[in-house]
Structure formats: C-alpha cells, structure tokens
C-alpha cells in the first residue's frame, strides 16, 4: 500500500532529521539546525500525507474510519503528535538542541510500527467497541498529551545531562525548567480530557465509565504521576533536578500505559490487532 511506503520512508527521514540535530548540537553550527528543522518539516509533511491516503484508502476499501483504530496506525499517529508539537515548540523557540532528544522518540515509534512481527498494518475493519464518534476525540487527546509529555521528558533528560561540564552548552537550566513545567501541564490537560472522553465512550461502549481495566488503571497512575509534579511545582516550588527525574518517571510511565498494558489481557487489546 503507498501509505506504508511513505510512512516507512519517513522513518529514516526522522532519523536523518536527529543526525543533523546530533551534529548541530556537537559542533554548535547553526547550519545543521536549519537542515535539520527543513528535514523534519519534510518528514511531517510525508507523514501527514501518509495518514490522509490511509484514511481514503479506508474509503476505498468501504470500511471508512480515521486511521487511529489499531496498533500500527496508534504508533504513527501517535510519532505524528510528537514531530507536529515538536515543530510548533522548535519553530517558536529556536533551540535547536531539543531535536536530538525528541526526533529519536518518533524515529523509534515508527521502526517499531514498520519492524515488529506482532503489528499488522493492513487496514482493517473498525471492531464494535470503535464504531464510535468517540474514538478521534479520546485518541487525539491522549496522544497530543503523550507528545506533550515527550518534550517534557526530552528537556528533562537535557537538563539531567547538563550537570556535566562538557554537556554545558545544553540551553540554560532555566529554559530547561520551564520546557519541563509547561509541557507536563500541557500534557496534564490533554490527558485529563482523555481520560474524560474515554470514559464517556467506555458507558457507550461496555456500559460502564470505569473498569478498571489495565489501560484505565496506568492511564490514571500516569495522570497521578503528572498530578503530583505540577502539584509540588505550585505547592512545594520544587524546580531543576526533581522535576527533570518526575518528567522521566512520568514519560516510563506513558510508555508502560501505551505499550507494556497492550500485551495484557482488557478491554484494550484490541491494539494488538
């Protein structure tokens, strides 16, 4: 199918996007910036173009439905929220050295999405617990909050790496911070309407706005994570070191709840088709 092609070919743009950023921060010349930014504009670019031909290739095959509805399509939408914030963040920002720590994250998502015997990337029909209006509202939130929470953790890693004297050249601790604060509390929000929505279809779906299934349970955990991080921010003053571990542990946390729950058996194994 095009769309795969494109979208595996995306996977080694992202990756020679990172390598420029990688260069731009070792040898601190901003023409490797700019190559690298216009490199991953490309990539977004193709990938968007991806997602569009797999929603009408979905049309053409009569089973219609917004490319969000199994494992692999969860994984490049879920890479596409990361590079789409990432690009609005660098674009405003300007520090180019945030690249290298984000573009690996999207990079890796869609190897895994291209690689991993268990992902099949046929378009599939939509199971009845999907065949819902729900399902782009829940999904995009969660995942725009996921990409929220990858540019924490990126500025929080930066900031860990910058107590060495040879990593100095990182932006200023201060920057850091407050990438950290304002995109957990970005992702804050959009997972709370997340988890919102996905209760509501949850009561449309099985009846109940709660199960307790293993997605539900970490879903809620990650958002206690993030709960408590912005709370001792606002409560405590904590800042620097702590809320770079907090952003870490928060980020290990989105991944068990997208990744390691979708190999237990609930409600949302449905990912695995």
């Known amino acids: 199918m095009t769309n795969t092609i494109i979208l595996s070919g995306v996977t080694f743009v992202y990756f020679g996007a ?12 901003d023409l490797w910036g700019r190559g690298a930014f216009y490199i991953t504009l490309a990539g977004l670019a193709a990938h968007s173009l991806g997602l569009l031909l797999r929603w009408r290739e ?19 939408f879920f890479a596409w929220s990361v590079v789409l914030l990432f690009v609005m963040v660098e674009r405003r920002s300007k520090y180019r ?25 046929r378009i599939q029909p939509l199971v009845p ?13 969660c995942f725009m909050g996921y990409a929220a929470f990858t540019v924490a953790f990126a500025a929080g890693v930066m900031y860990l790496l910058r107590r060495y004297p040879r990593l100095r050249f ?19 929000v959009f997972l709370t309407i997340g988890i919102v929505t996905g209760s509501v279809w949850a009561h449309y779906a099985w009846g109940s706005y709660w199960s307790w299934d293993p997605k539900e349970t970490w879903s ?8 408590v991080m912005l709370h001792v921010r606002y ?8 809320m ?27 990912l695995q088709s």
């Not at 990172?18 to 010349?29: A, H, N, T």
């Not at 617990?129 to 939130?141: E, G, K, M, P, Y």
């Not at 409560?235 to 702590?242: E, I, K, Q, Y």
């Open 170 to 188: 990182l932006p200023a601790d201060e920057i850091l911070d407050e990438l950290i604060y304002r995109h957990a509390a970005l992702g804050f």
């Open 244 to 270: 770079a571990v907090m952003a870490v542990i928060g980020f290990a946390a989105v991944l068990f709840t997208y990744l390691g729950v979708n190999y237990l058996p609930g409600l949302h194994t449905y």
């Open 58 to 76: 979905s049309y053409a095959l009569s089973i219609g439905h917004v490319p969000l509805a199994n494992f692999y399509e969860s994984l490049i």
């Open 97 to 121: 050295s945030l690249g290298a720590f984000v573009l690996p994250v999207p990079f890796l998502l869609l190897a895994f999405a291209s690689l991993a015997p268990n992902v099949d990337s």
């Open 129 to 141: 617990a999907l065949q819902s209006n729900w399902l782009t509202s829940h999904v995009l939130t």
């Open 235 to 242: 409560v405590r003053g904590w800042r620097g070191n702590r």
């Open 220 to 227: 809620l955990i990650t958002w206690l994570i993030y709960a």
């Open 18 to 29: 990172f390598v420029f950023y990688l260069f731009q921060m070792i040898f601190r010349k």
